[in-house]
């Protein structure tokens, strides 16, 4: 079995093909938790938890030269989890967060396969903590959707970058026998660039969604989304902003109610106060259009210490306040959903990225 192992990766080195990962495990504590069977608090939790910060990946990726300017791509990537070894924030499959194949010329990227999805690129870019598992744009995603993150049967096209600007779309098929709206979806962005100055806006449709073998999850549910961001760069302290609307059908998972209709607004700090101490802080407010009882609000404060290149250590702080129907948590892994109130958490841990 080792010499099995050893030898592919002789030959994928030769062959331009790179294997990657990180690893995150973490400590996570909140002074509430959700009891799903009464949505009422069951009391406080502390436990170890996978991706306390960044999602535990492993994938491979590589690439090819063609002559003429051209590339053939390819990224294969797993979701796992450090506490059981299992799958973790992918669509449960084995390579469930991406699996594609490309083409890059001059003329800008075509990718097919299992890919992001314009729309979860730009609120990646517009968020002030990159999308951290706890606190983040991606904690208040996962309320709504998980539709538009690890999106199948997709292909996308990525212009290059002229005068500043950047358009990507990618339509996904649904891949239903006899039914060619089911799973369809379109999603679009247009980011532009200049200076320390970035503006972007994306949709994301797949409201034409209508089979039930489908649409069995939050990663494949009817859905709509719409955002715009923008940042801004002075020196080491990079300041972001954005609005987000979701709307999408209800789902009750676990006794809990998530998705509707949401607007989303953000704003935060991503500061080096050192080359190897980051710190990063946002806001994210969320209401329903249609009943002001329901809303939330979420404030998070993160900082990571670099020990080298590869290895990083890393502490959180959050609350999140919730009123009426919203049941918004704190960490994507541990503490998806809350519980009305405020809840308070922080967690600490380790990143190791090879």
Same mark, same amino acid.
């Given at each position: 079995?080792? $010499?099995?192992?050893?030898?592919?990766?002789?030959?994928?080195?030769?062959?331009?093909?790179? =294997?990657?990962?990180?690893? +995150?495990? %973490?400590?996570?504590? *909140?002074?509430?938790?959700? +009891?799903?069977?009464?949505?009422?608090?069951? #009391?406080?939790?502390?436990?170890?938890?996978?991706?306390?910060?960044?999602?535990?990946?492993? @994938?491979?990726? @590589?690439?090819?030269?063609?002559? $003429? %300017?051209?590339?053939?791509?390819?990224?294969?990537? /797993?979701?796992?989890?450090?506490?059981? #070894? $299992?799958?973790?924030?992918?669509?449960?499959?084995?390579?469930?967060?991406?699996?594609?194949?490309?083409?890059? /010329?001059?003329?800008?990227?075509?990718?097919?396969?299992?890919?992001?999805?314009?729309?979860?690129?730009?609120?990646?870019?517009?968020? &002030?903590?990159?999308?951290?598992?706890? !606190?983040?744009?991606? *904690?208040?995603?996962?309320?709504?959707?998980?539709?538009?993150?690890?999106?199948?049967?997709?292909?996308?096209?990525?212009?290059?970058?002229?005068?500043?600007?950047?358009?990507?779309?990618?339509?996904?098929? !649904? %891949?239903?026998?006899?039914?060619?709206?089911? !799973?369809?979806?379109?999603?679009?962005?247009?980011?532009?660039?200049? #200076? %320390?100055?970035?503006?972007?806006?994306?949709?994301?449709?797949?409201?034409?969604?209508?089979?039930?073998?489908?649409?069995?999850?939050?990663?494949?549910?009817?859905?709509? !989304?719409?955002?715009?961001?923008?940042?801004?760069?002075?020196?080491?302290?990079?300041?972001?902003?954005?609005?987000?609307?979701?709307?999408? &059908?209800?789902?009750?998972?676990?006794?809990?109610? /998530?998705?509707? +209709?949401?607007?989303?607004?953000?704003?935060?700090?991503?500061?080096?106060?050192?080359?190897?101490?980051?710190?990063?802080?946002?806001?994210?407010?969320?209401?329903?259009?249609?009943?002001?009882?329901?809303?939330?609000?979420?404030?998070? =404060?993160?900082?990571?210490?670099?020990?080298?290149?590869?290895?990083?250590?890393?502490?959180?702080?959050?609350?999140?306040?919730?009123?009426?129907?919203?049941?918004?948590?704190?960490?994507?892994?541990?503490?998806?959903?809350?519980?009305? $109130?405020?809840?308070?958490?922080?967690?600490?841990?380790?990143?190791?990225?090879?």
């Amino acid at each position: 079995m080792v $010499g099995t192992l050893l030898f592919p990766a002789a030959a994928w080195a030769q062959g331009s093909v790179t =294997l990657y990962g990180t690893l +995150d495990m %973490g400590f996570l504590y *909140t002074n509430k938790s959700l +009891d799903v069977a009464t949505g009422q608090n069951s #009391g406080k939790q502390a436990e170890l938890i996978s991706s306390a910060m960044e999602p535990s990946v492993f @994938g491979m990726q @590589g690439q090819e030269d063609l002559g $003429g %300017g051209m590339k053939a791509k390819f990224k294969l990537e /797993s979701g796992i989890s450090l506490a059981n #070894g $299992g799958f973790d924030n992918s669509n449960e499959n084995l390579f469930g967060r991406q699996a594609w194949v490309s083409l890059w /010329s001059n003329y800008g990227e075509v990718k097919a396969g299992v890919q992001y999805s314009p729309f979860i690129l730009a609120l990646f870019d517009s968020d &002030p903590r990159s999308m951290a598992q706890f !606190g983040s744009a991606i *904690t208040v995603y996962a309320n709504n959707t998980f539709s538009g993150t690890f999106n199948s049967n997709a292909i996308s096209y990525t212009s290059p970058k002229i005068a500043g600007l950047t358009a990507s779309a990618m339509y996904v098929l !649904g %891949g239903v026998a006899g039914d060619f709206h089911a !799973g369809r979806q379109y999603s679009a962005s247009l980011k532009y660039e200049y #200076g %320390g100055l970035m503006v972007n806006a994306a949709v994301d449709d797949e409201s034409n969604s209508n089979d039930a073998a489908v649409n069995g999850s939050f990663f494949t549910q009817p859905f709509e !989304g719409r955002t715009v961001g923008v940042a801004y760069r002075f020196a080491t302290v990079n300041v972001k902003a954005s609005f987000t609307n979701y709307k999408g &059908p209800q789902m009750v998972v676990d006794g809990v109610t /998530s998705g509707g +209709d949401s607007n989303v607004w953000n704003i935060g700090f991503d500061y080096f106060a050192l080359p190897e101490l980051d710190i990063n802080s946002g806001v994210w407010i969320v209401r329903d259009p249609h009943d002001s009882n329901n809303h939330s609000m979420t404030w998070a =404060l993160g900082t990571t210490y670099f020990l080298s290149k590869t290895t990083s250590l890393y502490a959180q702080i959050g609350v999140v306040n919730n009123h009426g129907a919203d049941v918004y948590g704190l960490d994507r892994d541990g503490a998806q959903e809350g519980v009305k $109130g405020t809840t308070m958490g922080a967690s600490l841990g380790i990143v190791h990225k090879f």
